[in-house]
């Protein structure tokens, strides 16, 4: 196993509007990140991931970049990054950017100029097609609700885009824009970032066709994933971006939907030369009924075992691996995977045993550490994602589907629930700003928040920097072998690490019963040591390989 600084890291991803507010404006900020670098780094963080901090119109929170090269006006300026990565690389800490480059801002230079002209040399850095008779191209339907295309008057011509309208597809077969992309990485890579989430990497290429998709059940535009995801000149580009960047320690991340760990190796097969390791989506839809407002009983072996185990048991040469449970486009880890309700800290803290144990880069996503869950309550004009109000317009006023229906499906699933203020203490909105916080916090910050849990040995976010310590301790956590063992448990998930020498067994109850299990194995528990459970240890009878689990119990044994 090639040995390389960010497997052997731990990271932590930061929505920075909702991080925390230095200046009052009710926004997350970079000198708010700057103040809470020592707490990041007394938790045993060595990688941070930023959401988009390009400047930004932000209809779509950061991803509708404007200017590649420079801040965004509500995170702060220039020599704020400056400071947040100097202050950053002295506590011996990583950046990682998001780069956003599958599209850009309407309000970009490079667009504004295409739509002045079909003579314009930056025309061809965005997708334009004649309509017929009025109506758009083709069927397609945007991720974010509406046709994926927008008519321009002026120029008699529909422009692409994927997500918002206000976010153009870039055109990946113009040298032009390549070259001008390389450049803008460049000039990161040259400021000392220290790698790079590309976003929505797998949409950069289109089939050049454009070929109407098909309209399921239920939907009112046509299904564009088959043309617009994971072809073959995707690699080419990203190949391409590599060779640019030629610098082994420069961590090359990828974000792309409709991969699992059974095709992943397309993109980070040690002999492609393309990403390091890449974000799937395989736990987004965990839990997720046929429709938005209805849930499906987590079934351990399919939705955790098979994924999970999935992704470990790849061969090395396949590449590497995030483990992730929740990020800013799905809910919150707790609420969709635990039990938020009567179970907070037992489940919240299962999950993160099953995080730090197993193979590849763990990802916090800021305020799972604390247990930050789902909102509840929220009314209509609480939510802020661009990709509620269109498909509103679209279903409801339609009469397609039922307020009702609607509002539950977003207490669901929307990707605000993972998007409320960082609950950092129990003051107004969680100690995270003095001003009005651009979202609502989660109401429930009185009881689940930093301050509280800094001085609770038994808190969540004290059990993380257990588990996070054991991680750094055992080699095996990090490059071992993971054999599953009794696959057929339908309520426990347990699997052994080992590296030379060192074995250990973690099981974990996913359900809140109590279940038992025979370990089938040739190790004698009686003679192991308990190292990490979340529950009181001296409790805990297991004999002759049988184990009880107690409700989300989790335990980590070192095999002796
Ligand atoms: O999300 C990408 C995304 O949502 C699509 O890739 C899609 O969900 C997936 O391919 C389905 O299989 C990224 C960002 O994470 C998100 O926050 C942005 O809104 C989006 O791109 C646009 O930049
Ligand atoms: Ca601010």
Known sequence: MDRKWWKEAVAYQIYVRSFKDSNGDGIGDLRGIIEKLDYLKKLGIDIIYLNPINKSPNDDNGYDISDFKDIMDDFGNMQDFD?????????????????????????????????????????????WKKGEAGTPPN??????????WEYHEDTDEYYLHLFSKKQPDLNWENNDFREDIKRVIK??????????????INHIAKDDEFKDGKVHEG??????????????????????IRKEINNPEIVLIGETGGISYHNAYLYTGADKKELDFTFHFDMHSVGRGEKDWERTPLNLIKDIKEKMSGWQTRDDKEGWCPLFYSNHDTTRTVSRLGNDEDYLEESAKMLATLMFTQKGTPFIYYGEEIGMTNNKGF???????????????????SGLISEENFM??????????????????DNINGGFTKGKPWIKANQNYTKINVKEQEKNPTSILNYYKKAIDIRKKYQSLVYGEFTEINREHEEIYAYLRELETEKLLIVVNFFDNTPQIKIEKEIDLEK????LSNYDTDKIKNKLNVLELRPYEARIYLIK
Not at 139 to 148: E, H, T, V
Not at 219 to 240: A, M, S, T
Not at 528 to 531: A, N, P, V
């Open 139 to 148: 069927n397609w339907g945007s991720f974010f609700g509406g046709s994926a």
């Open 528 to 531: 192991s040591e308990l190292i």
């Open 379 to 397: 009314e209509l004009e609480d939510y802020r994602d661009v990709a509620i109000f269109n498909n509103y317009k679209d279903y409801v006023e």
């Open 408 to 425: 539950k499906g977003l207490q669901y699933t929307s990707r605000d629930n993972s998007r409320t203020p960082m609950q950092w203490n």
């Open 83 to 127: 400071d947040l990565l100097r202050e950053t690389h002295i506590r011996d800490m990583k950046l990682v950017m998001d780069l956003v480059i599958n599209h850009s801002s309407d309000e970009h230079p490079w667009f504004t100029e295409a739509k002045k002209s079909k003579q314009s040399k930056y025309r061809d850095y965005y997708i």
């Open 187 to 200: 000039f990161w890579i040259d400021k000392g970032v220290d790698g790079f989430r590309m976003d929505a």
């Open 219 to 240: 939907k009112i535009y046509g299904d564009f994933l088959p043309y617009v995801q994971n072809l073959p000149k995707v690699h080419e580009y990203i190949r391409d």
